[in-house]
């Protein structure tokens, strides 16, 4: 590990100042990804500001939202009653990552903010565009058996690997920021991640220094009815090969609106908005969703070994509707 | 400096801030009942309590632990007594090596919290449901523990250690 200098502050303001005033600054939350990752210099920050301790803890609910403390854990908010009870998607989506060591460690902004599982980002001697401009991507002829087929480009195919993003993305949540210079925006879940393009190394709409306060999601009644469906390798502890969102709004057995988000398979939570509007009206039937799936995978672009991710994704989605469509809320 | 609070006794650090727990744990304080498996978040065996919560020791700086509360394996014992989930290890054979022990035994001491709080997992039917210890299945002792890995394959005793615990804990 290279050397770094530690710090820990008071405000918000001033971590958010001591990052933006050095370009190899970095903020450290529960460390899972940032620790892990300067352990193998992929992440070789000069400095490291703590964010545990600017009292972003708290999960704060009203009648018409829930406001998500930056450095809330990944437990905290998976087992939080009101959570677990108004988005079982996102409860459901937490709960099927890592381990419980893990989740108690893993702070949601960084959840959100965690970088991609692909050996060759994480492997310092392989080409990698997203770790280093301009040096190529020894996935895209490699072994690509985990990659994305959607959002890909030919410079980067890795995925997102979180599974809390997946339920956010559906949720519309909001995720809020503050500046060095203290003023605060608000960026919707859609905006916050990049698909790679031409740019690979600009995941998130982050500037520099820009501090992550806390998420914010709407009272959503549908969402009640929702529903996270993780496939993977292994049946705990593992990374998706596929994973489906789902929020269903029912009258009868007439869907009156639909969200579906995928993760395990793009290079971003990914949101497929197209198929989402094409079940409106429809029956809820495995048939609708089928449908629906042949539209939100009709871009995929596979490489050699992830080609059946397509339609193990089209069946991930089936089942997931399926089973929102028949629980007891 | 970093006060670490290890098992009730304090440490005053000064350190590389480099310095995982893990590493702080076993190669300053000379507490190796933490082992060191991977050493990057992959196996469980560095598993340690902070602040009531079981966490990896090989991700977390020391400097980030400042003042915090942390127990390790040597901090579970009473006297010459053992903790029941040690005596459970025991009673069950759930270990063969024992590398994985420590971590093995202080999460599953936290997993029982977590039971007895009621909180869900990955393989809870409605993540609504409250969780009842009596009646919980071995499913959800596999997915609560499967956080720490054991090479020998003790696994199934290790189901069963944590079950008599859970139910001599019920029948108190």
């Not at chain 1, 370009?23 to 210099?41: E, Q, R, S, W």
């Not at chain 2, 054979?93 to 709080?117: K, M, N, R, W």
């Not at chain 2, 449901?129 to 005793?157: F, H, K, W």
């Amino acid at each position: 590990m290279k050397d770094f200098t530690f710090q820990r502050l008071a405000a918000a303001e001033d971590a958010a100042r001591a990052v933006a005033g050095r370009p190899g600054a970095m903020f450290l939350a529960g460390g899972t990804t940032l620790v892990d990752l300067m352990k193998i210099d992929v992440l070789t920050p000069d400095t490291v500001v703590a964010v545990r301790d600017l009292g972003m803890s708290r999960i704060d609910v009203s009648d018409d939202a829930i406001a998500i403390g930056a450095t809330v854990t990944n437990s905290q908010l998976a087992w939080h009653p009101v959570v677990r009870d108004r988005y079982p998607v996102l409860s459901e989506a937490i709960l099927s990552g890592a381990t419980t060591q893990i989740r108690n460690m893993a702070s949601v902004a960084g959840n959100i903010l965690q970088r991609t599982r692909c050996p060759y980002f994480r492997d310092i001697h392989a080409s990698c565009n997203r770790r280093q401009p301009g040096s190529g991507c020894d996935a895209l002829e490699g072994f690509n058996r985990g990659h994305a087929v959607l959002g890909v480009s030919e410079h980067c195919i890795a995925t997102h690997p979180s599974d809390m993003s997946v339920a956010l993305a559906v949720l519309d949540a909001d995720v809020h920021t503050v500046q060095p210079d203290g003023t605060t925006r608000s960026i919707p879940f859609g905006e916050f991640h990049k698909a790679p393009g031409d740019t690979p190394h600009v995941e998130v709409a982050l500037e520099h220094g820009e501090l992550i306060t806390h998420i914010v999601i709407s009272y959503l009644p549908a969402a009640r009815r929702s529903h996270y469906l993780k496939v993977r390798d292994r049946a705990s502890y593992e990374f998706a090969l596929a994973s489906a969102a789902v929020v269903l709004d029912l009258d009868g057995d007439t869907i009156r609106a639909a969200r579906l988000g995928l993760g395990g398979i793009a290079t971003k939570p990914w949101r497929a908005t197209q198929a989402e509007q094409s079940l409106t009206g429809r029956k809820a039937t495995d048939d609708t969703f089928r449908a629906a799936a042949e539209i939100a995978l009709a871009g995929a672009v596979a490489r050699k070994h992830n080609h059946f991710k397509i339609e193990l994704t089209k069946h991930t989605i089936v089942r997931a509707f399926a089973t929102a469509r028949n629980a007891n809320v | 400096m970093t006060t670490l609070r290890v098992n009730n006794t304090t440490h005053e650090l000064s350190h590389d801030p480099r310095l995982t727990l893990l590493d702080a744990l076993r190669d300053v304080l000379g507490l190796t009942g933490t082992k060191k498996g991977c050493d990057q978040g992959a196996c469980g065996a560095c598993t340690v309590i902070i602040e009531g919560q079981r966490v990896l020791s090989c991700l977390t700086l020391a400097a980030a632990c400042d003042g915090q509360q942390i127990v390790t394996i040597e901090g579970l014992i009473k006297g010459e007594e053992l903790h029941p989930m040690q005596a459970a290890f025991l009673h069950c054979d759930a270990f063969q090596c024992g590398y994985c022990t420590p971590g093995q035994i202080l999460s599953a001491v936290c997993a029982i919290q977590e039971v007895h709080a009621g909180v869900p997992s990955h393989v809870t039917r409605d993540v609504r449901q409250t969780v009842d210890g009596a009646t919980l299945p071995d499913e959800e002792i596999r997915e609560r523990m499967s956080g720490n890995l054991c090479r020998c394959g003790a696994y199934a005793n290790i189901v069963a250690a944590v079950r008599q615990v859970l139910a001599d804990e019920v029948r108190s």
